[in-house]
């Protein structure tokens, strides 16, 4: 075991997964309506109380250490545990000898702080929940590594917002932040006696209905003197009602504390289309709006962690802020702990994006020991998984499975071919992870699955007369019904021929006959589709008439769902409330994706971008400019249609172009200097 030489590496040590998931337990009890608690559908998962850290060392002389707990907590050596001591600074002999320190918090979760000259806390130590296992500590070395930052207290940081227009109106003021905004409202010069009740509001719309605003808040004020009151829950919101119960409670300014999660944006985007770069902007915006302590849905109404929705966001991260913390910290919080009994957020789909997101993240980043640390948990999901298919070895929803796709008016009911097909993705997945983790075997076996279904998926769902995979199948009846969901993700995953990519094409994707599409969610995976055959063109006229009509609406951040034909308050309504719709949501922000992956064109070839290509694509821009994060470094692209410059500065990367209808390529520096091609 190697010992530690500086005091300023210690960090704190906990459980592996405990701290995410009793974090997640923590943030998904904040959602409210109406004042009342509204907590998530599905099981809740805890840390355990009970921990035991352990670490083996060899001193040639003496040391001490001084040790810090979330909890109570004893030490000991060598398993000599009727010689146990609790004080905060110890004396550890020299030789070898092994420390022992039991730690116990029922209400946080049990952590460890050492601070020592040569021992201290890190990686290097171990812990088991008295479940005879040992296993690697977790931590979070750059959040928390003073005895004095206890994990139990971890917030987001916090910004001054000044309102932007104070209204009075005839029940007391409309307050307009100008844009959508999270956070704490807080009254400067606050005097009066009596209620205060705010409404918050998305919408203007909102914040004026006392009936039917979803967030509200009270405060019984007591004070001669002016003070400074600042709400105890942060709140979405855009335009804030305050209504008094009497005319003596006055105030002069309002604020907001902004809540957010520090994050360096490392994209940038600017081209000759200026619609298309407000669309851009307002994608970061709504994006970051919804990275928190994990990946949320939307800031208002579920703030909830959603594992289809996270992994939209994962992808989006990539090229935007490329914070692998906060993945981690959501896919452990997702998957939570055994035993499994039912499905990731209770759906069936969003199981299945968990195996797939794993897989994405190694790609990206490299980081082979997370996925190792994450390898138990996926094959006990997958388990779980596999035994929920029918005899015909497909999965179908049973008992209280909730087979989701998408917000459309589908029939999920019996065996449905885009299950299927992500079922296929996310054995290939486990197959490519068992392999990196050296489990041949279960490599093998994951493989021989997926090209099994795969095989199983084209001879019962694909139809060649109308050129597309077929939507279900019920009760051994297969249905005509023909959706863009199972073509989009086949021909993504590499699942057709090119004769079928032509025909899924034109007869499904290309087909205004076909069922459309509503939610930026599946519209996140329709364009992808169409970029990867190179309807770039399409693909931009697309995005400008969709997310540049929300921005025509006066949007300030995209939305759950958007629908042109709707209008005036039609577009705030959602699942029976006249208020429903998120007016902020992270699978609005898709723009970030296309444009990152498909147009200034970057993506890794090998884990956390050791190799990498460029293939930048105009679709029908004068010109763009941008830069992406790869791995550790950035890319940086320029593009008209003269020429494309580009340069990287990690990794080895290829440069892909057309010139005279010929695809080259060329080698980009790896010193960091430009390429220029001439087209």
Known sequence: MENAISETRACWIWYPGDWEVWLHEQVSLRREMREVMFPPFWRLDSHYSSVLFKYEYYLAEETTVRITAEGQYAVYLDGKDNHRSNKHEITLPKGKHTITISVYNVKNVPALYIEGEIIYSDHNWEVSCYDSRWKPVGSWPSQFHSPHTLPSEYKLETELQVAKNIEKTEKGWLVDFGKETFGYLQLKELSGQGELVVYYGESMEEAKDTEHSVLIDRVTIDEEKGVTYTFKKSRALRYVQLIPANETIQFQIVHLLYEYLPV???????????????????SMDTFHLNTREFFFDGIKRDRWVWSGDAYQSFLMNYYSFFD?????????ALRGKDPINTHINTILDYSLYWF????????????????????ENMVSLMEFCLSRRNSEGLMEGIEEDWVFIDWADLDNRGEISTIQILLCRSLEAMSLVSALVDDTKRSKTYQHEAEKLKKKIMEIFWDEEKGAILHQRLDGELSNKITKYPNMFALMFG???DQQIAKVKEKVLLNSSVQKIKTPYMRFF????????????FVLEEVHDYWGGMLDLGATSFWEEYNPAESGSEHLQMYDMPYGKSLCHAWGASPIYLIGKYFLGVRPVTPGFQDFVIEPKLGGLEWFEGEVPIGEGNASIYMDNKKIRVKANHGKGILKYKKNEQTLEKAIPTDGSWVEIDL
């Open 356 to 375: 797939i997101s794993i897989y994405d993240y190694y790609q990206y980043t490299g980081d082979k020991a997370f996925v190792n640390s994450q390898y």
């Open 324 to 332: 692998a913390d906060v993945v981690k910290r959501t896919l452990i």
């Open 495 to 497: 699942y057709l021929n």
């Open 264 to 282: 360096t944006y490392r994209s940038q985007f600017k081209s000759s289309d200026q619609r298309l770069n407000d669309i851009w902007s307002t």
């Open 526 to 537: 329709e364009l992808a589709a169409l970029c990867e055959i190179d309807a770039h063109p």
